[in-house]
């Protein structure tokens, strides 16, 4: 089978080249890789705010989901050279890399040419690698966990920040599960706001301790309860950002929402077609989410209280 001509993207002021814009990268519904690009260009503002700045990890799959996933960290020779990096070092292997650093939507189309099809950002921006200033707040359902129980925490969770004067911002995963991005101050570093998430997480379980649990092995979770899990905002550990398509064949996104939203989304619905075509009628639910960042203090002052590591 002869493969199909490249096409030119205009971005910007950028020219993007997609090769085999016809190959089918999800196989549910016969989505192609143009319009993995499309779907990205549809979404540009909400995707490049979502990982301006970021070291970002690809997560390639040159054959379409069906297919092998490459984790890219570092990105290749012969990128163009607009294309802007941010250095990220690992001292534990004596090694770093040149992770992508989206800083427009260019970069996204140019990374989907590469065969990415999930954005997977840091929790911190290249001004300063080593102090994140998103925490994220990961609802993660064990095997027998349905939605309605994952809906039920994300209520707990909001209370809770509402006691704080935090302002969440709560998203689709992609998957089963929800997350809830917080703004903070970059004063602290990886272990101190994993130290304030699982204070977080721990005062989550005190309000809701049917429903959730903190346990640090997987064996020791209850099967049908939530884990709000505290160790995503640990150095290097990253998640699907806010517009990151999902590698499923179904070409899930994961989706940014409103507080009021979350009793009612079916995750499993959110899907490039839907989330392209709301984006154009709603705009972005997180457009507002860089206004306010917050302070850890009192969490800080509840993982003392509690005896957290």
């Known amino acids: 089978m002869s493969k199909s001509p490249a096409v030119e993207l205009e971005v910007g002021p950028r020219t993007v080249r997609l090769s085999n814009p016809d190959r089918v990268y999800f196989p549910a519904r016969g989505e192609t890789k143009l319009d993995l690009a499309n779907y990205y260009l549809s979404v540009g503002e909400g995707i490049v705010r979502a990982l301006r700045e970021r070291p970002c990890m690809l997560h390639r799959f040159p054959s379409g989901v069906a ?81 309605a129980r994952v809906r039920r925490v994300a209520t707990v969770a909001h209370e809770v920040l509402d006691d704080l004067g935090i302002t969440g911002w709560p998203k689709t995963s992609g998957g089963d599960g929800l997350h809830i991005y917080v703004r903070i101050e970059p004063n602290w570093g990886f272990q101190e706001v994993r130290r304030a998430a699982r204070a977080f997480a721990v005062e989550v379980e005190r309000r809701a301790p049917d429903d959730v649990t903190t346990e640090w092995w997987r064996k020791d979770r209850a099967p049908d309860k939530v884990f709000v899990d505290y160790n995503q905002n640990t150095r290097d550990h990253t998640i699907a950002s806010a517009y990151s398509v999902r590698g499923v064949p179904e070409a899930v996104v994961s989706t940014p929402i409103t507080w009021s939203e979350v009793d009612s989304v079916e995750p499993r619905e959110c899907t490039i077609g839907v989330v392209s075509r709301r984006f154009a009628e709603i705009g972005d639910p997180h457009e507002k989410i860089d206004d306010t960042a917050h302070q850890l203090d009192t969490l800080l002052e509840w993982a003392d209280r509690d005896g957290l590591d």
């Open 67 to 147: 297919g092998e996933k490459v984790h890219q960290k570092r990105v290749p020779n012969g990128a163009p050279p607009w294309l802007e990096t941010v250095r990220v070092h690992f001292p534990r292997y004596g090694r770093h890399a040149d992770e992508l650093c989206v800083t427009e939507l260019a970069s996204v189309i140019w990374a989907v040419q590469m065969s990415t099809v999930e954005f997977h950002p840091w929790n911190s921006r290249r001004a300063d690698t080593e102090s994140p200033d998103e925490w994220r707040i990961d609802l993660d359902p064990m095997p027998e966990c349905d939605f």
